[in-house]
């Protein structure tokens, strides 16, 4: 069973984000880039079925040089090899034509199964993952908290909680299952597991390497333009509820919310 | 040139989601701006009775895909009737709610038609008679105002509980018209073989009007009954910080955060949380946020409206008992 993880770099979630000067980009100086989240889960998930099928994983990541750090990390944790798509080009790509490139470094490999995030913890778009799909013409299974792969390797039985509900969905394969919250507990990086990383494969990629035309990536190209960013609108300063006890606290919050805010 | 406003209704089980009321009543608002006529995409089997209802939240006309192999919902029938259609209608904007199932949809439909789509927006306008979206990014950290280049028609998805309800008028109704499509089966690659309800009953969070979460200060599962029994009261869902879902105190879907759900309640109460980063990003946008926490350096309070500073084990069963006052 071949699997194939994206991986995205994200700025930590620690991270205060402060806007440029520009008014249309972040700060990124003090930023420590990650490995995102939902992607961890996608890793883990693909060395479980790793574990059981037999096969091999590859890392997808899109981005500058230093996202590098994150596919070893991801090697470190047991996947096989990495692809590392990088052009100055594509510097400012929005969603659509990130996905159009990951894709294409996708397409020639032999993939099973393919792992996304369910969202990236920066622009929160959750996009990227269907629109991969829709390019390689394979289902897409999203927001996945389980994963049980047939015997016969043909097909997967996953299942997605919705609104009050889980639904247990039955897909063939190929397919693409973004991660949610829940699929599993990412493995740490062993000490051993770290050296073996830095000899395993990591393939650099660029535009012209996937036969692409970079006049339709990077910023120039955005179909989704940023107008401006702005920090969030501030929060009153609240208050802090008065009174000897609990009691009287209580029953002045409760006054509060039903005659003040009027949400009681 | 496209014209037009679609949306995409929702509907679970023959019932239309609240959800779908929210982006209907905001397409309504931008169809006005734009003086132009609002549509509502209804699909399901057995559903053309219920395109009544979005007559009356402002829709000009009901296009409806009434076909078994559209209940419930995939991904793969959805995508390939609603892309069709709408290549064919060529709408001037397209929105959908930010539901599980618009999330799945939207990104599908976006890369079919190969446009570009603001996801999970806060809020919509019409500058120069294009749309312009507003959306959280960074979990509430920042917010990007975004506009959409060559790109038709303009796509976005609206966070549930955000967009304001228009008040339904029964003395209004839409054109229902059948619409034209076709399914091909052999597309179909994916089936829902189960549905597991939720027995609790319980509003997701991402849809509930209020929220009583508890954190690490709850001290374990066994105490979360306390905030269980205000939520009963009030008509609340019941959340969690990151820290009591990875205690194993509280399923993973109870996470609010910005590596859980985002959730925008007309009312958040905190019980024992600190309020991080990560846990402020994912509730910012609640409408009234109470913190109780006994450390009143606790930052939760910088971002609380009310707060109270006290042992929640005494402040949640005290509260629990004077908002029986109000009710
Ligand atoms: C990659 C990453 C992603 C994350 N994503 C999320 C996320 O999505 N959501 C999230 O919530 N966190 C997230 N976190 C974790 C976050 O950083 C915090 O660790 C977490 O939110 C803390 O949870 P807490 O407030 O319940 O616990 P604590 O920070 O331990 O706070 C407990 C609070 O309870 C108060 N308290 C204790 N006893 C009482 C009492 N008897 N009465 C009243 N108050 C009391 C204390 O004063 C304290 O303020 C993430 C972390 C990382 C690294
Ligand atoms: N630049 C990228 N490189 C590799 N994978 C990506 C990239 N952008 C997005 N993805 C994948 O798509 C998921 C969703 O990201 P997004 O659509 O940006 O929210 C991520 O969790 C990744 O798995």
């Not at chain 1, 991270?15 to 000067?21: D, H």
Request: glycine share 10%; hydrophobic share 40%; aromatic share 4%.
């Amino acid at each position: 069973m071949n699997i194939i993880v994206c991986l995205k770099q994200v700025p930590d979630t620690e991270s205060q984000i402060k806007i440029g000067s520009d008014g249309v980009s972040i700060v990124t100086d003090d930023i420590k880039w990650v490995m995102n989240p939902y992607d961890e889960f996608g890793v883990e998930e693909a060395l479980k079925l790793k574990e059981k099928f037999g096969g091999e994983v590859t890392v997808v990541g899109l981005g500058p040089k230093r996202v590098t750090e994150s596919i070893r990390t991801a090697l470190a944790m047991g996947a096989d090899k990495g692809v590392l798509v990088t052009d100055d080009a594509l510097e400012g790509s929005d969603a659509l034509a990130t996905a159009k490139a990951i894709a294409a470094a996708i397409k020639d490999l032999e993939y099973d199964v393919i792992f996304t995030g369910q969202r990236g913890v920066d622009d929160d778009q959750g996009l990227v993952g269907a629109a991969v799909a829709e390019l390689l013409d394979i289902p897409q299974l999203s927001l996945i908290t389980k994963v049980e792969v047939a015997e016969d390797g043909n097909t997967v039985k996953v299942e997605r909680p919705i609104e009050g509900e889980t639904l247990v969905i039955e897909s063939s394969l190929p397919a693409l299952i973004t991660a949610q919250k829940g699929l599993n507990e990412p493995r740490y990086a062993s000490l051993p597991g770290i050296m073996k990383a830095k000899k395993k494969p990591l393939e650099e990629k660029s535009l012209g390497d996937l036969g692409l035309d970079a006049s339709e990536f990077g910023a120039d190209a955005r179909k989704l333009k940023i107008l401006e960013l702005t920090p969030p609108p501030a929060r009153e300063a609240g208050k802090i509820v008065e009174g000897e006890t609990p009691q009287e606290k209580a029953a002045e919050l409760a006054k509060l919310l039903h005659e003040e805010a009027k949400v009681l | 040139m496209a014209q037009g406003v679609w949306t995409i209704a929702e509907q679970r089980d023959g019932a239309i989601r609240k959800i779908t009321y929210e982006i209907v009543s905001e397409g309504r608002r931008l169809a006005d701006a734009l003086g132009q006529e609002l549509t509502v995409v209804l699909l399901g089997s057995n559903i053309k009775d219920k395109a009544g209802e979005l007559g009356q939240y402002g829709a000009d006309k009901v296009l409806v895909c009434d076909d078994p192999k559209l209940d419930p919902y995939t991904t793969d029938a959805y995508a390939s009737v609603i892309s069709g259609l709408v290549k064919e209608g060529d709408p001037a904007i397209l929105l959908l709610g930010a539901s599980v199932e618009g999330k799945d949809l939207s990104g599908r439909l976006a890369a079919k038609l190969d446009v570009a789509m603001a996801q999970d927006c806060t809020v919509f306008a019409i500058e120069d008679g294009n749309l312009v979206a507003t959306r959280p990014i960074y979990a509430g950290k920042a917010y990007a105002k975004v506009t959409f280049e060559n790109s038709f028609p303009q796509m976005g998805t609206a966070r549930p509980n955000v967009m304001s309800l228009v008040e339904p008028d029964a003395s209004r109704s839409a054109d229902i018209a059948d619409a034209d499509f076709s399914l091909d089966d052999g597309a179909l690659k994916t089936k829902v073989v189960d549905v597991v309800k939720d027995e609790s009953g319980k509003i997701d969070l991402t849809e509930a009007d209020k929220i009583v979460s508890g954190g690490r200060g709850m001290k374990g599962p066994e105490n979360y009954n306390i905030l269980e029994e205000l939520a009963d009261l009030i008509g609340a869902s019941v959340g969690a910080s990151r820290s009591a879902v990875d205690a194993g105190w509280r399923p993973h879907s109870d996470q609010v955060g910005q590596t859980g759900k985002v959730v925008s309640p007309n009312l958040y109460v905190a019980c024992g949380i600190s309020g991080a980063i990560q846990h402020l990003a994912g509730m910012s946008t609640s409408k009234v946020i109470v913190a109780i926490n006994k450390d009143e350096d606790a930052p939760i309070f910088q971002k609380a409206d009310y707060g109270v500073v006290g042992d929640l084990f005494d402040v949640v069963p005290a509260l629990t008992e004077e908002v029986k006052k109000y009710l």
